[in-house]
């Protein structure tokens, strides 16, 4: 038996290796069709793709053969991978290099073998597609032509895997990134904010008028930015799958009361008022979710309708429980929504037609509010009638122990 030298490229076939992350994973319907395929083609019982590791050669499909890997030392796909051609030994008995081989004097019994080079980027051939006979045997020139072409089916599904993987690796550094820049910003723009706040409370002495006008707008603006930064946030832990919820029991209806008082200087801002309507129905409002990100869902609802209800109206924050959801509802008399744009509001940046808005946003706050309710198992939309009302609402599963 003559086992196969080491590729000259051996190192970066096995970095390729590596950086594909296929061994030892699960069986996928891809390539076992692909071993079906080709078993099928040649005639033969057994067809594999064959990875060939440092040492070992590990089976990603493994049709008619139950065993998932052997040694390297005694691979045949060892062999074929050192050319770029389809490799065939015809009658492994007649073969010096395979005749004693433990593979073709016991199980499986390899008498025939021909392996197609899975040749990766960088001409690097990762393995084989390789089927494999019991008795020696010939394959006719449209079987090899067919198991080359099969191979190269199997290559492209490793493409693919690979630039998935290429793809995840840029959205992880993405995600770090925004995270990282996002908490550089926050630390000081809240600092800022702090001493701003000190100014605007007279705090170290009174300013004049005009002092004062002007540290109003720059707290303003510096809140709006604080926003922005915190939308960021959230929007990279919510598309990395990493928003966590602390979830307890709560009543939405003392949560709703709280974000009215949180976010009633907001409407006095933007000269309007707001008011929580009393419940309907005689069942508690309770549910279990994450007071923060709940609170966050209503004081973005609330400072949306402010921007939009007319000058000098009435906020109106309403829950109502029946058996099974409790059901909260921000409703504002400004223009409405035209059915059209209505499909943009749950979307990322999907920011309408501002028209009467008092005071901008990021187009971030609703896509952030959707996937926190979402989250928690919930419904959230939209209800409007231009020019009469418009209706921000999200329900969640009624607390059962509640009833």
Known sequence: MKSAPLPENESERMTWLEDLGILD??????????????????????????????????????????????????????HAILDEQLFVVEDADRDERFHDNPLTTGEPHVKFYAGAPLRLRDNINLGTLCVIDHHARRLDDSQRAALSALARQVVSQMELRLKIRELEHMDQIKDEFIAM????????????????????????????????????????NTERLLSTVNDILDIS????????LHTIDLDLTELAARA??????????????????????KLPAVTHGDQQRLLQVLSNFISNAAKFTRKGDIVAVAVHADSERVRV????????????Q??????????????????????????ICKKIIELHGGDIGCDSTPGVSTTFYFSLPRTPASS
């Open 181 to 220: 820049v996002s908490h550089e910003l926050r630390t000081p723009i809240t600092a800022i904010k702090g001493s701003l706040g000190l100014l605007d409370n007279d705090a170290v002495g009174k300013l004049d008028v005009a002092a004062h006008g002007l540290v109003t707008i720059s707290l303003r």
């Open 260 to 281: 009215v008082e949180l976010n009633r200087p907001y409407c006095s801002q933007c000269d309007c008022d707001i008011a929580l309507q009393a419940p309907s129905g």
């Open 25 to 78: 994973t699960v069986e996928e319907q891809a390539y076992d069709d692909l071993t079906t395929l080709a078993a099928h083609i040649c005639d033969t019982p057994i067809a594999l793709v064959s990875l060939v590791d440092r040492e070992r050669q590990w089976f990603k499909s493994h049709h008619g053969l139950p065993a998932r890997e052997t040694p390297r030392e005694l691979a045949f796909c060892a």
């Open 342 to 367: 209505q499909a943009k509001l749950f979307q990322r940046f999907g920011q309408l037609d501002k028209g009467d808005a008092k005071l901008p946003g990021t187009g971030l706050g609703l896509h």
């Open 237 to 244: 832990k919510v598309e990395a799958n990493r928003m966590d």
């Open 329 to 340: 509802e921000v409703t504002d008399h400004g223009a409405g929504i035209p059915s059209t």
